[in-house]
């Protein structure tokens, strides 16, 4: 009952508030919506795409309406020339009147207008570019959905391989247990050396030890998994005993790096990132030609005020004037502004050097980021084929084992074996079922890692990985085989 002991025991280190995602689909589904890395990528991409919004707004027209209103008030001295009656001879005359004057100008103006670009290079490219950087963006948010598959699997895996650790560690120390009070009888009734008793209590005193360790290993790898999901998980199901690995397709090494080379999203993503980054050098050189744009609109200014003077002329006689005024114009305007770049100080050239440099370091980026797909897809395939094997060796290696333990133990009640035999065997038989339970998952978790590489990684082939763990997955989870 060792096996459904260890899975009691870990549903209760969990909190009390779990979702029973039973399987590898169903935790995904849960991770799809609560990674918080994978929302970040998804913002982020909404962030990118919108510069090529901006960098086109820039080649629309742009409009705006303006409105101004302006009230200015002036006094001083001054002089009018103003023209009078002589009373004695009843002729006109004509004086300058000098008095203060005082000025009130008012004046409103509203008014359309728009500019539009006719020719400037610098801002058509500069459309390309965000234009490419949008769809690097479209791959990155890929490549990061690609991720969170392996990130999930990698935790949902820890999480059965801590299980059954456990469970071999809990066994372990039950066996360990049996054969201390077996050397102490036998110690008793003068069978035994006393070190026999030191070898077995010491082995049993590790086991415990390890038990907690195991213990808490187990916890963390259900914290690591809710990480991913945002949910606590828990009733996890996993791969049957007698599962025989295959490899995916029938494509050789060469086959999987080509076509992680055609399809790996972060490699296209970085390859566009180039591609903008090549098409910025064309928008820093743009700072070298001329660029034309028109100009137009429309607008209705009123103005209005009066003009006031008050003084007294040669003969005493006080003059006062007001004259107010108002004036309205409107209509249309419009132009054309070209703009030729003569000397700019030397920043249109350091613009274009650092542009190229630029350049250069993506395309480095690149050939480092291919060569290193090229070796991680590679290791991959190797990997997979590797862990077939590995996966019967460690089978065969389990049964042996647990061959060697059951053998030992009759040997130590039949006189032919000691006590630090069976101790050993007992060792020996906990470190082949972690193997064997880490060589089958890292399998499965190899052939995930070799489709992301290759850019064919999708929910199918955690369909296909899901339908091996729930196939038998019950015989794992029900009473299997003890130790003795």
């Given amino acids: 009952m060792r096996r459904t002991l260890a899975l009691a025991l870990a549903a209760a280190i969990l909190p009390t508030t779990v979702v029973h995602a039973e399987d590898l689909l169903q935790t995904y589904q849960l991770a799809r919506t609560g990674d918080p890395q994978l929302a970040a990528a998804e913002s982020s991409r909404l962030a990118t795409r919108e510069g090529a919004v901006q960098a086109r707004a820039l080649l629309l ?72 950087l949008s769809h690097a963006a479209d791959f990155q948010l890929r490549s990061a959905g690609d991720s969170l598959v392996t990130r999930t ?21 039950t066996a360990l247990k049996k054969q201390f009070d077996f050397a102490s009888k036998r110690l008793e009734v003068g069978l035994a050396p006393i070190t026999d008793v030191h070898e077995a209590r010491a082995q049993y005193e590790s086991a415990r030890a390890n038990t907690i360790v195991t213990r808490n290993a187990l916890e963390d790898a259900y914290q690591a998994l809710a990480e991913i999901t945002g949910t606590p998980v828990h009733q996890l199901k996993g791969l049957p005993e007698d599962f025989q690995p295959a490899l995916p397709s029938d494509r050789d090494a060469d086959g999987w790096v080509a076509s ?58 006080p003059f006062t004037s007001n004259n107010p005024f108002e004036n309205e114009s409107k209509g249309p305007s419009f132009g054309l502004t070209l703009s030729v770049p003569i000397f700019s100080g030397g920043a249109t050239q350091s ?7 630029q350049r250069d370091v993506a395309s480095d980026e690149l050939e480092q980021q291919k060569r290193a797909l090229v070796r991680n897809t590679r290791n991959a395939y190797r990997t997979v084929v590797a862990g077939i094997s590995e996966v019967e060796a460690r089978r065969l290696a389990l049964v042996s084992a647990r061959s060697a333990y059951s053998a030992s133990q009759v040997g130590l009640e039949v006189g032919t074996r000691t006590v630090l035999d069976v101790l050993n065997n007992q060792q020996t038989l906990f470190n082949a079922e972690r193997e064997y339970a880490l060589a089958r998952y890292n399998f499965l978790q190899s052939r995930l890692l070799l489709e992301q590489a290759a850019g064919t990684l999708d929910v199918a082939d955690v369909e296909d990985i899901n339908r091996l763990l729930t196939a038998d997955a019950e015989a794992q989870l029900a009473p299997g085989d003890t130790q003795g």
């Fill in 61 to 132: 027209p742009q409009i705006d309406g303006t409105a101004t209103y302006d009230h200015s008030r002036s006094t001083g001295p001054g002089t009018q020339p103003v023209t009078t009656v002589d009373p004695t001879t009843g002729l006109p005359t004509f004086e300058t009147v000098s008095g203060d004057s005082e000025s009130t100008n008012n004046s409103r103006r509203l008014g359309v207008n728009v500019n539009q670009v006719l020719f400037d290079f610098g801002r058509f490219s500069s459309v390309r570019s965000q234009n490419a």
């Fill in 153 to 173: 699997s990698q935790a949902y895996f820890n999480v059965l391989v801590a299980i059954e650790t456990l469970t071999a560690a809990e066994a372990s120390e």
């Fill in 260 to 317: 992680a080379i055609a399809n790996n999203p972060a490699l296209q993503a970085k390859q566009l990132q180039v591609r903008s980054s090549e098409i910025n050098v064309d928008t820093a050189r743009a700072g070298h030609l001329p660029t034309l744009y028109f100009s137009g609109g429309y607008g209705k200014s009123t103005s209005w005020g009066d003009n006031s003077f008050s003084g007294v002329g040669t003969n005493g006689a």
């Fill in 351 to 357: 613009r274009v050097r650092q542009a190229i440099a």
